[in-house]
């Protein structure tokens, strides 16, 4: 059965700190991940990531994805409370087939 | 990116109504896909909607329970049958953008709440 499963589920950081959060992932046909962040209703799109090793990067938020190991990492460093929120990675794992991994709440304390 | 909204944005209901959501996209796309979020929880595919034709479920939804409809290239409905306290939840739609970066998009939510 297909899975993506984040950790930690939840985290409490001081703001200037620096994160990073965990995805690993099990399916049987990957075709890329995805990373969201969630903070009342709707998730927005963070990165997507197909290859290897390349790193995608946005401000202080960069993430990497290594297909052999079968995991992807998001960073954010210089944490700001505004970081406060769920982050989501999720595979597509065949045409129109996303699964979603249970999230990590991020909290960043002022 | 594709601008999606949704219609209501949250809604109390008794238990044993019914209740539609409706999701409209700014520009035509090819398919539409219905999550839920339960407290706590990550998103769950409820189906996906392909205009013209039925929905297809994932395991554990039925059309009973969660018909759809997809009359045109940019809107869908879903509805929320019989309800039970447990259909509480936020429910999203999206889409698959396709452009340089196929991702999809998520609308604001309904968050739902049944008594």
């Known amino acids: 059965e297909d899975k993506v499963v984040q950790s930690p589920l939840s985290l409490v950081v001081h703001e200037g700190d620096t994160v990073t959060l965990n995805c690993s992932y099990e399916?049987?046909?990957?075709?890329?991940l995805l990373w969201y962040k969630q903070e009342k209703k709707a998730p927005t799109f963070l990165f997507m990531l197909?290859?290897?090793?390349i790193e995608k990067k946005s401000g202080r938020l960069s993430s990497i994805l290594d297909k052999k190991e079968l995991f992807s990492i998001l960073n954010i460093t210089a944490t700001q409370t505004g970081d406060s929120a769920v982050y989501l990675c999720a595979v597509e794992a065949g045409t129109y087939k996303y699964i979603f991994g249970t999230g990590t709440r991020l909290k960043v304390l002022a | 990116s594709a601008v999606i909204s949704q219609k209501p944005s949250r809604d109390i209901c008794q238990r044993g109504t019914s209740l539609t959501i409706q999701c409209q996209v700014d520009s035509q796309v090819t398919m539409m896909f219905w999550y839920r979020q339960q407290p706590g929880q990550s998103l769950t595919l409820i189906a996906t909607?392909?205009?013209?034709?039925?929905?297809?479920?994932e395991s554990g939804f039925v059309i009973d329970k969660f018909p759809i409809s997809r009359p045109n290239l940019t809107f869908s409905t879903l509805t929320v049958s019989n309800m039970s306290p447990e259909d509480s939840s936020i429910y999203l739609c999206?889409?698959?953008?396709?452009?340089?970066?196929?991702?999809?998009?998520f609308g604001p939510g309904t968050r739902l709440l049944v008594l």
């Open positions: 999206s889409v698959e953008a396709q452009g340089v970066q196929e991702t999809q998009y």
């Open positions: 197909t290859s290897s090793g």
């Open positions: 909607a392909n205009q013209g034709s039925e929905a297809t479920y």
């Open positions: 399916v049987t046909n990957f075709r890329s």
